[in-house]
C-alpha cells in the first residue's frame, strides 16, 4: 500500500488536476485504516470533479469510520441526484449509519436496504472499512445504537453475492 501511495503522490505531482488519482490515493489510506489522510484527498477529488460519486462515498464513509457523523451527512448532500442502484445502496446504508450513531431514527430510510433484488459486488464497494467501525464501536457504552448499526451493517451485507472473495 505504501508503495502505491507513494506512485500516487508522484502522479499528482505531474498532473494535480486528475481527481482519480487523489480518490485513488484516498482509497489507499482509507484501505491501511488511515481515515484521516483519506477525507482531505476525498475532497480534493470533489473539489475536481463534483458529479465523482465514488469519492463522495469514500468520504462518507471515512467519515462515520472517524465519527463524524454529521459530516458524513452533509457530504450525503452533495451526491448526484441519478446514481445507480448499487451505489444508492451504499450511499443508504451510510447515512443510516450515521443517523444511528447520531441517536435519530433511521427507519423511514432503511426500506432501501431490505430490497434484495439490488445485489452487490466486491468489485462495487469494499466492506473492510465499514467492517473495521463495526468492530470498533462494539466497545461504546450506547448498547442501542451499536445494535442498531450492527442491523443495518447486516443488511448491506446480504445484498453481496461475493463475500467469499477479497479485492481489499
Known amino acids: 500500500m505504501d508503495l502505491a501511495i507513494t506512485d500516487f503522490n508522484k502522479a499528482i505531482k ?5 481527481d482519480n488519482y487523489y480518490m485513488l490515493r484516498a482509497g489507499c489510506f482509507s484501505q491501511r485504516k488511515d481515515f484521516a489522510s483519506s477525507i482531505p484527498d476525498y475532497q ?9 460519486h465514488l ?3 469514500g468520504k462518507m464513509e471515512a467519515e462515520i469510520c472517524l465519527r463524524k457523523y454529521d459530516e458524513s451527512l452533509i457530504t450525503y448532500g452533495k451526491l448526484p441526484q441519478m446514481l ?12 443510516c ?6 441517536g435519530e431514527e433511521y ?3 432503511i426500506i432501501f436496504l431490505t430490497d434484495m433484488k439490488i445485489r452487490l459486488s466486491i468489485y462495487v ?5 465499514l467492517k473495521h467501525f463495526i468492530n470498533e464501536i462494539e466497545c461504546e457504552n450506547d448498547l442501542s445504537k451499536v445494535t442498531r448499526a450492527k442491523k443495518i451493517y447486516q443488511l448491506f451485507l446480504q445484498h453481496f453475492d461475493d463475500l467469499g ?3 481489499c
Open 14 to 18: 505531474l498532473n494535480p488536476s486528475n
Open 44 to 52: 480534493r477529488a470533489i473539489e475536481l470533479n463534483s458529479f465523482d
Open 55 to 57: 469519492a463522495i462515498l
Open 84 to 95: 445507480d442502484p448499487q451505489h444508492m445502496l451504499v450511499a443508504e446504508c451510510l447515512r
Open 97 to 102: 449509519l450515521a443517523l444511528t450513531m447520531q
Open 107 to 109: 427507519e423511514k430510510f
Open 125 to 129: 464497494w469494499c466492506i473492510e472499512e
Open 165 to 167: 472473495y477479497t479485492r
